[in-house]
């Protein structure tokens, strides 16, 4: 995604700014907000430039790619009906609402190769083994809840009731094969921008960056976890939406927006 919209940043000097109308155009400086400035592409580029020279562009650069993770998963959720929604097709759980859907940015701005790239033949091979030893594990499960004095013919009835109000045997190994994947997914977009060291390491606080050290420094045990309370999916959902909401916070409140106006880019 870096090499991408490095590739994209046009440095427009101020002349060039000027004599272009964007849809901003009857704004002031002073009217135009930062929602304002990331969905016109030439603004954004040149808040990208921004950026660089500040050397923060690791805050829009992880934004975004935290922002396409999470509307991933919540993609494939809704597919899955994994929620409810309204009439609005607004999910009626709260937690399962997208918090960053006012944030637009450029169509022009690729997808993250970490979030929608085809992963290694290794990680297919590990999530279609992992959601095999899930499946089989929870038909082992389902033997042992039964009563141990009823005999194999009814056991066996007993388990194909229970299978005709869940979805097929292939359905449930996509599904957990694809949890298995965000799980896989999370974990690069973690190394890359939460670890201390990383690449484009992330100034976050230090009570979220414990958190997601914690909860995902040991890569055999984070994607080796089981979905016991079919909750995975809304946790993978909300995993980064709290950086999401410090990196929004960085840009606005500590200036990085309002030193980019202090160019004096007028329309």
Partial sequence: LYDSINKNIKLLSISEVTSTKTTNSELSTEDL????????????????????????????????????????????????????????????????????????????????????????????ALCHHLALSSQSM???????????????????????????????????????????????????????????????EINLSFKEKNRLISLMSEYNKWVNQTDDDSEQLKMLFKLFEKPMEEMYIIIFFLHLYQMFFSLNVMF
């Fill in 138 to 200: 929870n038909i082992v499960d389902l033997l042992d809840d039964e009563n141990d004095n009823e005999d194999e013919k009814d056991l066996m009835h007993q388990m194909d009731t229970k299978r005709i109000h869940h979805e097929t045997q292939e359905s449930d190994q996509l599904i957990e094969s694809m949890k298995i994947e965000f799980l896989i997914r999370g974990h690069k977009l973690y190394t890359k921008y939460i670890i201390y060291g990383a690449e484009l």
């Fill in 33 to 124: 907000t930062i929602i304002d400035v990331l969905k016109d592409e030439k603004l954004f580029d040149l808040f990208m430039d921004h950026l660089q020279k500040e050397f923060s562009i690791e805050i829009m650069l992880s934004l975004i790619e935290f922002i396409q993770f999470q509307r991933s998963v919540y993609e494939f959720s809704r597919t899955m009906n994994a929620f409810d929604y309204d009439e609005n097709f607004i999910p009626i759980d709260p937690e399962w609402r997208i918090t960053f859907d006012f944030f637009i940015y450029p169509s022009s701005i690729p997808k993250s190769s970490i979030v929608y790239d085809k992963l290694e033949n290794d990680e297919i």
